[in-house]
C-alpha cells in the first residue's frame, strides 16, 4: 500500500490487490488522518477476497515465487534461495500462509542471526525471508508479518581492510600465472572490474583469439563505448 500526501493537505491510500478472477484492482480513498489511511490497508484487505488462497501453504506460496523469479535471476540464486530457506525456515513449509504469525517469523530471524554465518550470508538469508512475505503480499493480500524484521549491522569482527593492487603490483603478480585460464580471467576481472555474474553473461561472439569485445554492456553502465580487453600472449 502506498500512502501519500494530497495537495490539500489529506492523505491518500492506494491498495493494489488480486480479486477472485485473478486481477489486480487499485483502491484509493482520502482520509484527513496519516494513521486512518495507513490503517485502511488491513481493513480493506478484510473485506474482499476473505475465502481467496485461505488454504494455500508456505511451500506451495514459496515454490511459485521461486518459479516467477527464475526468468530474472541465476539458477544458482534460485538454489541459494532454496537452501536458505531448508536451513533456516522448513517448518513454515506445512503451515497455511494465513497462519503464520510475525512471532514465527521472529523466531526464524533468531535462528538466523545466532548462526555461524557471515554478517552477509545471515543478512541475504533474512532478505530472502521478507521477500517472501512480500511476494505473498503483493499477489495474494496476505498481510507482509515480516516488515518489522531488520537486517543486522556488521561489527568489527565482520570489516575487513580491503586492499586494492594498483597495475604495477597487478603486473608483478601475473607474470607468475602460467595457466592461460587463470591469467586471462585474472586480467579481465582487473581491467573491467566485472562481478561474477557479467562475467558468466559474456557470449562466444564477445571472444575473438586473445581479446574480448563486449558490446552488450549493463544497462547501469549508461554512456560507455564498447568495452575491448586484450588479454594477452596471443599466439
Same mark, same amino acid.
Given at each position: 500500500?502506498?500512502?501519500?500526501?494530497?495537495? *490539500?493537505?489529506?492523505?491518500?491510500?492506494?491498495?493494489?490487490?488480486? +480479486?477472485?478472477?485473478?486481477?489486480?484492482?487499485t483502491?484509493?480513498?482520502?482520509?484527513?488522518?496519516?494513521?486512518?489511511?495507513?490503517?485502511?490497508?488491513?481493513?480493506y484487505?478484510? #473485506?474482499? =477476497?476473505?475465502?481467496?488462497? %485461505?488454504?494455500?501453504?508456505?511451500? %506451495?506460496?514459496?515454490?511459485?515465487? $521461486?518459479?516467477?523469479?527464475?526468468?530474472?535471476?541465476?539458477?544458482?540464486?534460485?538454489? *541459494?534461495?532454496?537452501?536458505?530457506?531448508?536451513? &533456516?525456515?522448513s =517448518?513454515?513449509?506445512?503451515k497455511?500462509?494465513?497462519?503464520?504469525?510475525?512471532?514465527?517469523?521472529?523466531n526464524?530471524?533468531?535462528?538466523?542471526? @545466532?548462526?555461524d554465518?557471515?554478517?552477509?550470508?545471515?543478512?541475504?538469508?533474512?532478505? &530472502?525471508?521478507?521477500s517472501?512475505?512480500?511476494?505473498?503480499? !503483493?499477489?495474494?493480500?496476505?498481510?507482509?508479518?515480516?516488515?518489522?524484521l531488520? !537486517?543486522?549491522?556488521a *561489527? *568489527?569482527?565482520?570489516?575487513?581492510?580491503?586492499? #586494492?593492487? =594498483?597495475?604495477?603490483?597487478?603486473?608483478?603478480?601475473?607474470?607468475?600465472?602460467?595457466?592461460?585460464?587463470?591469467?586471462? @580471467?585474472?586480467?579481465?576481472?582487473?581491467d573491467?572490474?566485472?562481478? !561474477?555474474? %557479467?562475467v558468466?553473461?559474456i557470449?562466444?561472439?564477445? $571472444?575473438?583469439?586473445?581479446?574480448?569485445?563486449?558490446? +552488450? $554492456?549493463?544497462?547501469?553502465?549508461?554512456?560507455?563505448n564498447?568495452?575491448?580487453? +586484450?588479454?594477452?600472449?596471443?599466439?
Amino acid at each position: 500500500m502506498a500512502v501519500s500526501k494530497t495537495k *490539500s493537505g489529506n492523505w491518500e491510500a492506494k491498495v493494489v490487490y488480486r +480479486d477472485n478472477q485473478g486481477k489486480i484492482k487499485t483502491k484509493e480513498k482520502v482520509f484527513k488522518k496519516k494513521s486512518d489511511a495507513m490503517n485502511f490497508d488491513r481493513e480493506y484487505r478484510q #473485506t474482499v =477476497n476473505k475465502d481467496v488462497s %485461505e488454504g494455500i501453504t508456505y511451500s %506451495e506460496i514459496f515454490e511459485e515465487y $521461486l518459479k516467477v523469479n527464475q526468468s530474472s535471476v541465476l539458477p544458482r540464486t534460485v538454489q *541459494s534461495k532454496r537452501t536458505n530457506a531448508q536451513k &533456516y525456515w522448513s =517448518n513454515l513449509f506445512n503451515k497455511r500462509f494465513i497462519d503464520i504469525t510475525k512471532k514465527d517469523y521472529l523466531n526464524v530471524w533468531i535462528k538466523i542471526t @545466532s548462526s555461524d554465518k557471515s554478517h552477509s550470508s545471515k543478512n541475504k538469508a533474512i532478505k &530472502y525471508l521478507k521477500s517472501v512475505s512480500k511476494y505473498a503480499y !503483493l499477489y495474494y493480500d496476505f498481510p507482509d508479518n515480516t516488515k518489522h524484521l531488520q !537486517l543486522i549491522e556488521a *561489527s *568489527s569482527e565482520d570489516i575487513h581492510e580491503v586492499i #586494492t593492487w =594498483n597495475q604495477t603490483e597487478f603486473n608483478r603478480f601475473i607474470k607468475y600465472v602460467d595457466n592461460e585460464t587463470y591469467r586471462s @580471467s585474472f586480467i579481465f576481472y582487473y581491467d573491467t572490474g566485472a562481478t !561474477l555474474s %557479467e562475467v558468466l553473461a559474456i557470449k562466444k561472439t564477445d $571472444l575473438n583469439k586473445n581479446k574480448v569485445s563486449i558490446t +552488450d $554492456l549493463p544497462k547501469q553502465r549508461k554512456n560507455t563505448n564498447d568495452l575491448k580487453i +586484450d588479454l594477452g600472449n596471443e599466439q
